[in-house]
């Protein structure tokens, strides 16, 4: 991850512009939410966030499983599976891509994959790999009705998880009725 300093001149439409901007590399990410149908529950993980902190006051926010991609490895579904297996010590089935995109295109380079998945509580992971050592997280298993109305009345900030309930909403109407 670096912070580049780039001079840019671009043409458009007849038209030039010249800027100096401040770029971060920050790598790309994936998300994944995965979703019991039997049970119509979702596994969240609160985490601790000191941008959150700075900001509101506090540090804790409700997240998806995320975490940046390995460079060797470009395929998105693969860190989607390993953060579920590290954060929340599941592993996850029928990974579905809901939407990739820009979280900060006026200044980050980040690149992030949505994904949604299927779980069971047969699927807990007993020994398995562990979140890194300075993440501190809660894994959170809500009804998908009330993970509904936590984005609704604004409980639910985290842009990757929102996007992910909102293409399983899209995916599968029937868990939300």
Known sequence: MKLD???VAIESGGRRWEMVREVHDHGCGAAVLPYDEERRTALLVRQLRVPVHVTDGEGLILEAAAGLTDPEDADPSVTARREAAEELQYAVHDLQEVATFYPIP??????????IARYTPA???TG?????E?????VEEWPLDELWRAFRDGRLRDGKAI???QGLRIARPDLFT
Do not use: N
């Open 128 to 132: 398995g790999p562990e979140a890194d």
């Open 5 to 7: 300093l780039y001079e």
């Open 106 to 115: 006026g200044m980050v380079t980040e690149r992030m994959s949505c994904f």
């Open 123 to 125: 699927d807990r992971l």
């Open 134 to 138: 300075d993440e501190v997280l809660e």
């Open 163 to 165: 996007v992910c309930l």
